[in-house]
């Protein structure tokens, strides 16, 4: 069973960071695109960022491009997401998600096992 655990949510000052990491459950986390969504109130989700199972490529959001950063240790079937220079429209549940193929998707649907998010907010 694939599970995704989202954990270093939490509330923040805007200008500070925090850093996400979400632990994968399989032993074939390696072989995985992982990507990173959010969910502000009342909006739909939002592509944040994807990586490729051997870290080598790596996709943003225009909207965080050079603030977020993505990375994944296969060693320790995590991938992470550090956020600098948070702004309150960053405010959101944020969720980390597998996609078994080789792609770098954008789109909810290219993924296959999402996690159950973890909430930043970020106050002004």
């Known amino acids: 069973q694939v599970q995704l655990v989202e954990s270093g949510g939490g509330l923040v000052q805007a200008g500070g960071s925090l850093r996400l990491a979400c632990a994968a459950s399989f032993s074939t986390f390696g072989f995985y695109t992982m990507g990173w969504f959010r969910q502000a109130p009342g909006k739909i989700r939002e592509f944040v960022a994807a990586?490729?199972?051997?870290?080598?490529?790596?996709r943003y959001g225009d909207s965080v491009k050079d603030r977020f950063t993505i990375s994944r240790d296969n060693a320790k079937n995590t991938v992470y997401l550090q956020m600098n220079n948070l702004k309150p429209e960053d405010t959101a549940v944020y969720y980390c998600a597998a996609d078994l193929g080789l792609g770098l998707g954008s789109e909810e649907n290219d993924y296959d096992y999402w996690g159950q998010g973890t909430q930043v907010t970020v106050s002004s």
């Open positions: 990586i490729k199972y051997n870290g080598r490529s790596t």
